[in-house]
Nanobody, 122 residues
């Protein structure tokens, strides 16, 4: 079993900052991609940022330059530093991780966290 536990969401004023954390726990052999998606009310879930195990990252155009994804592989944890937040960043943020639970697994399986609410409002 694998669990992803997110933390760090909340209410912040426009222009403010928040830092999200997500720790993967359970039976883990290796993790490839870790990342963040978000879903605003009435909209589809969208990619925010991903971090690949080799070190490369990718961001949605709407957050580039404002958000930074990082990870601590020793702790199986991924972070999302969000600066200069805007009301349009309001959404439920979901953590994802592509995980192999055994060395014999031929592929990675994508796991999802429960989501954490981020609200940007004055």
């Amino acid at each position: 079993q694998v669990q992803l536990a997110e933390s760090g969401g909340g209410l912040v004023q426009p222009g403010g900052s928040l830092r999200l954390s997500c720790e993967a726990s359970g039976t883990i052999f290796s993790i490839n991609v870790m990342g963040w998606y978000r879903q605003a009310p009435g909209k589809q879930r969208e990619l925010v940022a991903i971090s690949i195990s080799g070190g490369s990252t990718n961001y949605a155009g709407s957050v580039k330059g404002r958000f930074t994804i990082s990870r601590d592989n020793a702790k199986n944890t991924v972070y999302l530093q969000m600066n200069s937040l805007k009301p349009e960043d309001t959404a439920v943020y979901y953590c994802t991780a592509d995980i192999r639970t055994r060395s014999s697994d031929s592929h990675y399986f994508r796991y999802w966290g429960q989501g954490t609410q981020v609200t940007v409002s004055s």
